[in-house]
């Protein structure tokens, strides 16, 4: 069964502190992954979007790398604001009969002043 | 904002009931997804419609139904809803169908339905 795992659960961090997020997966063959960012109560957010061939993309402060070979991706938000308070989803699709997204629970980040 | 639409933003109704949610695509997107978000199962696609036509399904339950109309707008409808019907459902769109088949296609989200069964 396809798998997608998300750690931390949840984080606190201070504002200007950089963090990271780590996104385990599971699911072959492998053809995307994707971050999205989720206020809550309100609808995901594409953030990056990564497929085999590529092992690290930016979008302003978000940093996601890939290691399709250990099957781990990680964001790494960068000088935190209080707007990055939200919860954050990797999100697996396979190729083939896996095609169907997996989705990971999400880690919340909570970002102080 | 995101271009997607969906209404009603809160849903109120009874087991048993039947409700359609609706959601409109982003201007030019033919490609409409649905999810449901819970608090113990996170967020499941259910399914997707391309230019009208069913093109991949998930976890939709039989009581699920969906469909994409020639104006592009789809509707959710679920009906003999149960107390764990209860959830966020989500619409997204993107360009075209490629993006379950690995496409590089951003999606787009709506910003919810939130569904209570009482």
């Known amino acids: 069964k396809n798998q997608v795992e998300q750690s931390p659960q949840s984080l606190i961090i201070l504002e200007g502190k950089n963090c990271t997020l780590q996104c385990n997966y599971t699911v072959s063959p492998f053809s995307n992954l994707r971050w999205y960012k989720q206020d809550t109560g309100r609808g995901p957010v594409s953030l990056t979007i990564m497929t085999f061939s590529e092992n690290t993309k930016s979008n302003g402060r978000y940093t996601a790398t890939l290691d399709a070979d250990t099957k781990q991706s990680s964001l790494h938000i960068t000088a935190s604001q209080l707007s990055d308070s939200a919860s954050y989803i990797c999100?697996?699709?396979?190729?083939?009969?896996?095609?169907?997204?997996?989705f990971g629970r999400g880690t919340s980040l909570i970002v102080h002043p | 904002d995101s271009g997607v639409t969906q209404t009603p933003k809160h849903l109120i109704t009874a087991t048993g009931q039947r409700v359609t949610l609706r959601c409109s695509p982003r201007?030019?997107?033919?490609?409409v997804y649905w999810y449901q978000q819970s608090l113990d199962q996170g967020l499941q696609f259910l399914i997707q419609y391309y230019n009208g036509e069913e093109r991949a399904k998930g976890n939709i339950l039989e009581r699920f139904s969906a469909q994409q109309f020639p104006d592009l707008h789809s509707e959710l409808n679920l009906s003999s809803l149960e107390l764990g019907d209860s959830a966020l459902y989500f619409c997204?769109?993107?360009?075209?169908?490629?993006?379950?088949?690995?496409?590089?296609?951003?999606?787009?989200f709506g910003p919810g339905t939130r569904l209570l069964v009482l």
């Open positions: 997204a769109s993107s360009v075209d169908s490629t993006m379950l088949a690995g496409g590089p296609q951003t999606q787009y």
């Open positions: 999100v697996v699709s396979g190729r083939g009969g896996s095609y169907i997204p997996t």
């Open positions: 201007s030019g997107d033919l490609s």
